[in-house]
C-alpha cells in the first residue's frame, strides 16, 4: 500500500525541487524563491494542500498539490470556492508506481472535505491519462484560453 501523507512547511524545498521536474528540469532561478514563498503563504493560510509520497532514504518521490480559489458563486457553485490542481510531479527513476494516483486521491479527497466542488487543472499528455481515470473531462461551453503577457 502506498502511503501519502500532507505536506508541511519543512517539505517547500522539495516540492519546488518537484516542479521543476513537472517542468521538465527548470533551470534553477529567482522563480524557486517565489514559488517557495507563495507555498509557504498559501500553505499557511490554508487555502493550499499538496499531499506527497516520501521516498525512501529521505526527500519526496511524488507530490500532487493544489489551491483553493475564491471566485463568484453561480447557481452551480453556491460558495464559489473551486479547487485548481497546479504540481503534480514524480521523480522519473520512481514513476509507474502508482505515487501519482495516491497523492491525487488524497488531494481529491481534501477538496471534498472542504466543500469544493469543481476542480479545475491543466494536464500534459503524460498526465491526461491519469486525470481521464480520477473522473476528470474536458470543461464543456467554455474553452480554456490564456493569454502570456511576457514576451
Not at 516540492?15 to 499557511?44: C, F, K, N, S
Request: glycine fraction near 14%; aromatic fraction near 6%; charge should be neutral.
Amino acid at each position: 500500500m502506498i502511503e501519502v501523507r500532507i505536506a508541511v512547511a519543512a517539505d517547500v524545498p522539495e516540492l519546488v525541487r518537484l516542479r521543476g521536474v513537472m517542468l521538465g528540469g527548470a533551470e534553477a532561478g529567482a522563480w524557486q524563491d517565489a514559488a517557495a514563498a507563495t507555498m509557504r503563504d498559501r500553505m499557511a493560510g490554508g487555502s493550499m494542500a499538496a499531499f506527497v509520497a516520501d521516498r525512501e532514504g529521505g526527500g519526496l518521490a511524488a507530490c500532487a498539490a493544489g489551491l483553493v480559489e475564491q471566485r463568484f458563486a453561480d447557481p452551480g457553485n453556491p460558495s464559489g470556492e473551486a479547487g485548481y490542481i497546479l504540481n503534480v510531479a514524480t521523480d522519473p527513476d520512481q514513476r509507474r508506481r502508482g505515487l501519482s494516483r495516491a497523492c491525487m486521491t488524497a488531494l481529491i479527497a481534501w477538496y471534498a472535505d472542504r466543500g469544493v466542488t469543481r476542480i479545475g487543472l491543466a494536464a500534459t499528455p503524460e498526465g491526461e491519462p491519469l486525470y481521464r481515470q480520477l473522473g476528470f473531462r474536458p470543461s464543456t461551453g467554455h474553452a480554456a484560453l490564456g493569454l502570456s503577457l511576457r514576451s
